[in-house]
Every structure is written in structure tokens, then in C-alpha cells.
């Protein structure tokens, strides 16, 4: 398992370096010996997202396998002298479920409930393409208070689905199911779910392997719903994430030195409070704890 630190930073969050082929068997090999993996997928929008959200830019950092799903993140790994393999959330969702059919695996689907795809229709889909699979499906609200999931602990699969979409599904793995010491692997899937019900069509093998996924998703916008969201998500991904990125790796080197601060914050009736402290020979001059 030490493989799994095998990992570089990009924009302050950690990205896998492995070979696809080393993953399938870290992955494998957790399910053989009960061992408990935390996965992530993350793409240029999640890394971005990341950078505003102190708990999801954590949590990512928390996860045991970080997979790169997005295309921008192996371009980003190029200038940092490296060459990591991209695999899709999507991708490795299907993957997941022949292993589960095949192993004789139980899979539980946590699936959001404004989801593109409704819980009943992931269900007829499951059981359509994966006769064998044992599973179940629920479905959740985004916004969660923590109940308790009678089905789930009854059940006790192996592997557990969150298709809440980025960061609800990341938050709540990390502060609900990882605590169920049953499941062997968690991972949030997004709208992974989707193409499994056929709702959004797989982009042609040609843009799939170039991952250019986001430029077939654009040539289609208007097949997809809520277009303005999507095209937004594409251009954060495209324009927006190259920019941070570069300034990032290349700006900001000469203009910060390194540092290390310590905050401390607590959220109080909604808000945050953050501890500064005053120095000692500049009164009425605060600052975090740090060091250089």
C-alpha cells in the first residue's frame, strides 16, 4: 500500500501518479483483505472549487487514491515533469460493477434526488446490465442530517456510490460512510450514474481517448440539461483552471516565499471565527501563527 503516496500537488491538492494498472490492484486488493479505500476523482473544476473550500481542499487531501479524471490535470503533471494516467469517474464506476458482479459483491447507491437519473431508474438500469449484482439504492438529499441508514447497515455492502456531485458527495463519504466499517471502498461518482442509465450518451471513443469528453460535451450542449451550468463548468475547466494553474507554478514562486501558518476557526451561529494573535513589540498589529 505504500504506493498510495505516491502523489504530486497541484494546485495544493493532491493528485495519484499511479498507473491504471496499479490502481485496479490496490484497489482489488482491499476488497480481497478488507481493507478500507477512500477514492476521488478529481478534474480542473474540483481542484478549483477545492481552492475556495477549506473542508473539500481537506478532504481531497484525506482521500487514499486520488485519481485525475480530467484531462487539464495530466497537461498540469507535463509541467511538473510528469506523466500520470487519466481515468474517468464514469469509467471506473462501470469497472467497479463488473468486479462487484463478477466477485459477488453487495454495492450500495447513495443517488441524489434532483438527479438527472431518479433512484428507480439507476435500479431498472442495474438490474437490466448487471443481472448477478447484488445492490441497493437510496436516495438522498444534498443538504443531509446525518439519519440513519436502516437499509444500509442491514445490508452492509462492499462498496458504496455517492452520486451527490462535487462537493456534497466528497463531504459526505468522508463524514458518514467511512465511518462503516463494513465498506471496503467509497467513492462519489458524480453523474457517473447517468451514463449508466443512458440519460447522457458516452462521447465517441476519439474524444475519449484524447479526453477531450469536455469539447464533445460543448459540440452537444444543447442536448444537455441546464446547458448554461454545463457550458460554465466547461469553461472553469478550459480558460479559468490553465490561468490559476499557471499562475500558480509559475507566478507565484517569485512573488511569495515559503511559509508555514497555522489557522485556527471555529464556526460560530453561521459564521466563522478566526484566532489572531497580537505581536509583541507591534501593538494594535495582528496576525495568524507562522513561521517561515
Not at 108 to 134: C, M, R, Y
Not at 147 to 155: A, E, G
Not at 189 to 197: A, H, K, L, M, R
Not at 256 to 276: P, W
Request: glycine share 6%; proline share 4%; charged share 25%.
Amino acid at each position: 500500500m505504500d504506493k498510495l503516496t505516491d502523489k504530486i500537488n497541484i494546485l495544493g491538492v493532491n493528485v495519484s501518479c499511479l498507473k491504471r494498472n496499479d490502481i485496479e490492484n490496490i484497489i482489488k486488493d482491499a476488497l480481497a483483505t478488507k481493507r478500507q479505500l477512500f477514492l476521488t476523482t478529481p478534474n480542473p473544476e474540483i481542484v478549483l472549487h477545492a481552492n475556495k473550500d477549506e473542508e473539500m481542499h481537506y478532504i481531497l487531501n484525506r482521500s487514499h487514491l486520488s485519481i485525475p479524471d480530467g484531462i487539464g490535470l495530466k497537461f498540469a503533471a507535463w509541467l511538473l515533469g510528469k506523466n500520470i494516467d487519466r481515468w474517468p469517474g464514469s469509467e471506473i464506476t462501470t469497472w467497479l460493477l463488473k468486479i462487484a458482479e463478477k466477485e459477488n459483491l453487495k454495492i450500495a447507491v447513495f443517488a441524489w434526488k434532483n438527479g438527472l437519473s431518479t433512484h428507480q431508474e439507476i435500479d431498472n438500469s442495474l438490474k437490466q446490465k448487471f443481472p448477478k449484482l447484488q445492490y441497493i439504492v437510496e436516495a438522498i438529499d444534498r443538504e443531509w442530517s446525518l439519519p440513519y441508514y436502516q437499509n444500509i447497515n442491514i445490508f452492509q455492502p462492499d462498496i458504496v456510490f455517492v452520486a451527490l456531485g462535487n462537493p456534497y458527495q466528497e463531504k459526505f463519504i468522508y463524514q458518514n460512510v467511512l465511518k462503516l466499517n463494513f465498506v471496503k471502498i467509497a467513492i462519489g461518482v458524480g453523474g457517473s450514474f447517468d451514463y449508466i442509465t443512458d440519460k447522457i450518451k458516452v462521447a465517441p471513443i476519439i474524444f475519449r481517448k484524447f479526453g477531450f469528453e469536455w469539447f464533445w460535451r460543448l459540440l452537444n450542449i444543447n442536448n444537455f440539461s441546464f446547458a448554461k451550468k454545463r457550458f460554465m463548468r466547461i469553461f472553469k475547466a478550459v480558460i479559468i483552471f490553465p490561468i490559476k494553474y499557471l499562475k500558480w507554478l509559475i507566478i507565484n514562486p517569485l512573488l511569495y516565499r515559503q511559509n508555514v501558518a497555522c489557522l485556527m476557526f471555529k464556526k460560530n451561529d453561521g459564521k466563522y471565527e478566526v484566532l489572531a494573535l497580537e505581536c509583541i513589540d507591534e501593538s494594535g498589529f495582528y496576525q495568524l501563527p507562522q513561521g517561515g
